[in-house]
């Protein structure tokens, strides 16, 4: 959006006319703006321009991957015999990461989140890390081939959330300290 100060100049057609001759031809105005000024930038506009909301959309679609490969596993295989399995991983990094991911898509409408968000990114990511230890340690037993390939999907699902996860860190921590260097030198502007 722009914002104009419209200082509106009066174009004279082309035939020249004042106004107030009437030779019988209508008399056309034309007004235009002589100064446009630009539109305030939003709160968040650096971080907004690295478009977090689709990091955080990929984030929410293996988020409810990593769910549903959760529910699998739960019903398909016992619960005793993996780690996967025992501390429930799929299942809660499924549901951390479909919430920060909501978040990171509220950034936009709501920049007041960005804290919550910063640091609901990092939980994920320390989850997805423990998470794919504890997988890396179940791929390395005697397992069916079957089990095998689920697990080897679950920690492709893992290592992408992981992935995401740090880009939107790194983006939001880049934006924090560019929000508090523009706070502090306001700040000693003013003084």
């Known amino acids: 959006m722009a914002r104009a ?26 007004y235009k703006a002589t100064v446009m000024i630009p ?16 990091w955080a959309s990929v984030q929410i679609t293996s988020g409810i991957l990593s ?4 529910l699998v596993f739960a019903v398909a295989f016992g619960i005793d015999k993996m780690l ?14 479909l919430v920060a ?3 990171s898509n509220l950034l936009y409408k709501h920049p007041g989140l960005l804290q919550t968000c910063f640091y609901s990114n990092i939980l994920c990511l320390v989850v997805a890390a423990v998470g794919a230890v504890l997988l890396c340690v179940d791929l390395s037993k005697d397992q069916d081939v079957l089990r095998l390939k689920v697990e080897v999907v679950v920690l ?19 934006e924090k ?15």
């Open 67 to 70: 769910f549903g490969l959760g």
């Open 177 to 191: 300290r560019n929000l508090e260097r523009n706070g502090s030198s306001s700040a000693a502007h003013r003084e």
């Open 5 to 30: 100060n419209i200082a509106m100049d009066i174009i004279e057609d082309k035939h020249g006319h004042q106004p107030g001759e009437d030779d019988g031809q209508p008399l056309i105005k034309y």
């Open 101 to 103: 991911g909501f978040l």
């Open 156 to 174: 492709c699902v893992t290592v992408l959330d992981m992935i995401v996860s740090a880009v939107l860190i790194v983006f939001i921590y880049l």
């Open 39 to 54: 539109d305030k930038p939003p709160v968040l506009h650096r971080l907004l321009d690295k478009q977090p909301a689709a």
């Open 84 to 97: 996967l399995t025992l501390f429930r991983v799929p299942l809660l990094t499924g549901i951390m990461f």
